[in-house]
């Protein structure tokens, strides 16, 4: 079974890699594939931060996971367009909502047709209609294996805190907004998973059954 990671990202690409962080290190789902859906300017950040920064590759080695394991290219940051190809730098208008419901809807369609992929979703960054349309797919196509979560990080200071993106295997101290020094000793990571009712099935059989209505006229 592959297990893909799905997140919605905004300004704040540290929803993934602490969602990857609570699923690979904390339950040991063996995530081998991440997408990031977002904006220009999320991509950008991602850039910036995961890639540029290095913070993705900075988890993998402190917790000793081969990179070749995990795929996470520029190819896996999926940004929202319109039909001409223009990128969104925000989603702000009910159009916007339209074309980022399509790629997510789209993407999600596609990536459950294959029965030996396990779907990770986060809805915990980007805009809140990013998360409920990611939701909202879920419901649609999810399946049995494919799962919903929200990811909190406690003290509050360390959740808003631009610096932290993972705990890392060696305690430090990290500054807050406020002056206040934090060990990463004393960080939470709480990954909720979310319950949701699939529609999915529920098609399926609707159409099936239809289609023996049809049969049982014909041979009425």
Not at 186 to 206: F, K, M, Q, T
Request: net charge negative.
């Amino acid at each position: 079974m592959q297990h893909k990671l799905i997140a919605v990202i905004g300004s704040t690409p540290q929803v993934m890699t602490e969602t990857f962080w609570a699923l690979r290190i904390q339950r040991h789902v063996p995530i081998d594939e991440v997408f990031v859906m977002t904006t220009t300017m999320g991509k950008e950040t991602c850039q910036q931060r995961l890639w540029g920064e290095g913070r993705f590759a900075k988890m993998l080695e402190d917790y000793d996971i081969d990179p070749s394991t995990v795929v996470f290219d520029a190819d896996h940051i999926l940004v929202f367009e319109d039909a001409e190809g223009n990128f969104l730098d925000d989603i702000r208008t009910s159009d916007d909502n339209r074309l980022a419901r399509d790629l997510i809807f789209n993407r999600i369609e596609e990536w459950t047709r294959d029965p030996n992929v396990a779907l990770h979703c986060s809805i915990a960054g980007g805009r809140k209609s990013m998360g409920y349309l990611l939701g909202a797919a879920i419901q649609f196509f999810g399946r049995p294996q494919d799962r919903l979560y929200h990811v909190l990080v406690t003290p509050p200071e360390i959740e808003m805190n631009r610096d932290f993106f993972f705990p890392p295997v060696r305690e430090t101290q990290i500054l807050t907004s406020n002056g206040q020094h934090i060990s990463t000793a004393d960080v939470r990571i709480e990954l909720a998973e979310l319950p949701y009712v699939s529609v999915r099935y529920i098609a399926v059989l609707n159409h099936l059954r239809a289609k023996l209505y049809c049969i049982n006229l014909g041979n009425w």
